[in-house]
């Protein structure tokens, strides 16, 4: 097991969350506790980085809706940047790629004001 550290940091579209380790039912509380700590303004997009994810269960999954939700709350944009292989295989399982706007990277995510198209 990997402990989970999340790094936040500021971009123009609006907050950054970088988190590494595992996103599992021992530190799914730490995501939910950081994201609802986060004054979103409306128009911003909050970008969950998940590129050093080494794991997500359930819990995981439960705690980037929780994310979701507090973003649409604020009326501000989410989008989840770099998933690993085998997250976003259990994004599409269970329809979820189609409720979050999904990047390559954070560059992606974070180039693109919230409401304009992707490239």
Do not use: K
Not at 15 to 22: F, N, R, S
Not at 27 to 46: D, H, I, N, Y
Not at 97 to 108: L, S
């Amino acid at each position: 097991m990997s402990a989970l550290t999340i790094t936040a940091r500021d971009a123009t579209t609006g907050p950054v969350l970088e988190i590494a380790g595992d996103l599992d039912y021992d530190q799914a509380p730490r995501l939910r506790q950081a994201v609802t700590a986060l004054s979103l303004e409306p128009g911003q997009r909050l970008v969950l980085d998940l590129s050093r994810i080494r794991f997500c269960d359930s819990s995981g999954i439960t705690a980037l809706i929780v994310a979701r939700n507090h973003a649409v709350a604020a009326r501000a944009d989410i989008a989840l940047a770099a998933v690993p292989d085998n997250t976003i295989r259990i994004l599409r399982i269970v329809g979820l790629d189609r409720v979050f706007t999904i990047h390559a990277d954070v560059g992606t995510a974070t180039a693109h004001r919230p409401g304009t198209r992707r490239s």
